[in-house]
């Protein structure tokens, strides 16, 4: 067989997504989910490889905007439904379809590709760097307490149905966007992901659920979330999941959280892709009882390390040459001399000596100001050529709040 990469034509789609469930376990979706994905699918953006009338390699991209520090909404290749056929491992299936997609991630313009990996270990040999994390917990719900702030008691708190309140929702959703590095703006369609709830993944819980927080006759957060009643020998043992929640304002937040812990007949909250420096973490009176976990979440990936590191602006100023290496995308190779501050950057092309020698994989991991160059530098990630370039870079790139990427894709 070849490695021939063909873009997928809508004909296809079907054959095409059958080879991608296979890889990934071969359970059915519903035919809700598969519909809403065949209908968000960008099948100009979508690749594959085949071995005569089979697909054995998947691999796809959205356009989305992602927020970077400074608050910009910057173009972005969202890399998704990437797989090998078990029976093609080994073959160079992956390394033609990354370099396919990365080609046009280029050609389209776009300084930035991002993904979410199902094993963080495949990507970073094509230049993917984790670049945020998100924060899990099972909070004990019976034994610890919440301290909320002033203004908490005057929010309004209701039921409603969560297609009848998705648009207010999602203008909530919108108007945080711009505040933390790695959101996305949602493009028209993607609201429906939030309302997906298909009974095989609710583990025996109750149908998707959503309260609405309200001050004036506006809408000001939500939350979504499903109940499990549980019972044993002592009474009650349920559990609340939570599948997002957000609001404008601390007592907005505050009165979301706080109904959660509250939900009669329950015991456990359990949370799920969170920013790491979320909120209530700082409201609980006991946080070793909240079981608090981390994961990888986003994977960054600069496509073109002058047009990336322009498109955002940096804490403290800096003026620093890295010294990059990058052989899957050999057109980022060499030095390139950052300027910028708070107000805006510029990265373009020195033979002036280098201040710090890494690879396009450290950028993509620090560029939304999650991981600490300095970190990546006692890993012996980033080498220091020039005495306190290291203190300033990583200081300039740091982010105020944690970047945080809300949903999968």
């Given amino acids: 067989m070849t490695t021939d990469v063909r873009v997928l034509r809508q004909a296809d789609w079907d054959e095409w997504y059958e080879s991608l469930l296979r890889a990934f376990g071969g359970v059915a979706e519903s035919s809700e989910e598969r ?3 065949s209908e968000l699918t960008e099948y100009d953006r979508s690749l594959g490889v085949r071995d005569g009338k089979d697909w054995v390699g998947t691999a796809g991209a959205f356009s989305f905007r992602v927020t970077v520090p ?4 910057v173009p972005a290749a969202g890399v998704t439904m990437v797989s090998v056929a078990a029976t093609h491992r080994r073959r160079g299936v992956l390394t033609a379809m990354m370099r396919r997609q990365l080609d046009d991630v280029r050609a389209a313009g776009e300084a930035l590709a991002v993904l979410v990996a199902s094993e963080p270990a495949i990507y970073g040999r094509f230049g993917y760097g984790i670049a945020t994390s998100s924060l899990s917990a099972e909070i004990d719900t019976a034994r610890v307490r919440l301290s909320v702030p002033p203004g908490t008691d005057g929010v309004k708190l209701r039921y409603a149905a969560p297609g009848d309140v998705l648009e207010a929702c999602e203008a909530v959703y919108a108007r945080l966007v711009p505040g933390r590095p790695g959101m996305l ?3 028209p369609g993607w609201q429906r992901l939030a309302l997906l709830d298909p009974a095989s993944e609710r583990g025996g819980a109750s149908p998707l659920q959503c309260v609405v927080a309200e001050r004036d006759g506006e809408t000001v957060g939500y939350t979504r979330f499903r109940v499990k009643p549980e019972w044993g020998p002592a009474g009650h043992n349920g559990v609340v999941t939570m599948v997002d929640l957000e609001g404008l304002d601390p007592a907005a937040r505050a009165a979301l959280w706080r109904f959660l812990f ?43 390390v002058g047009a990336a590191l322009e498109a955002r602006t940096y804490q403290a100023p800096v003026d620093v040459v890295f010294e990059v290496e990058d052989a899957f995308c050999p057109w980022n190779e060499g030095r390139w001399r950052l300027t910028g501050d708070a107000k805006g950057a510029v990265c373009v092309r020195t033979e002036d000596a280098p201040d710090l020698a890494l690879s396009v994989r450290e950028l993509g991991a620090a560029y939304l100001g999650g991981v600490s160059l300095a970190s990546l530098a006692a890993a012996g990630r980033v080498r220091e050529l020039r005495q306190g370039a290291l203190a300033e870079a990583a200081t300039a790139f740091g982010s105020t709040v944690a970047p945080w990427l809300p949903h999968g894709f």
């Fill in 35 to 37: 519909e809403l994905w």
């Fill in 70 to 73: 400074g608050g910009a909404s």
């Fill in 185 to 187: 703006a949602r493009r």
């Fill in 262 to 304: 509250d939900i009669d007949l329950t015991s456990t909250l359990r949370t799920r892709s969170r920013p790491v420096d979320d909120a209530w973490q700082h409201l609980v009176s006991d946080i070793r009882r909240c079981q608090v976990r981390l994961k990888d979440s986003l994977h960054v990936r600069l496509v073109e």
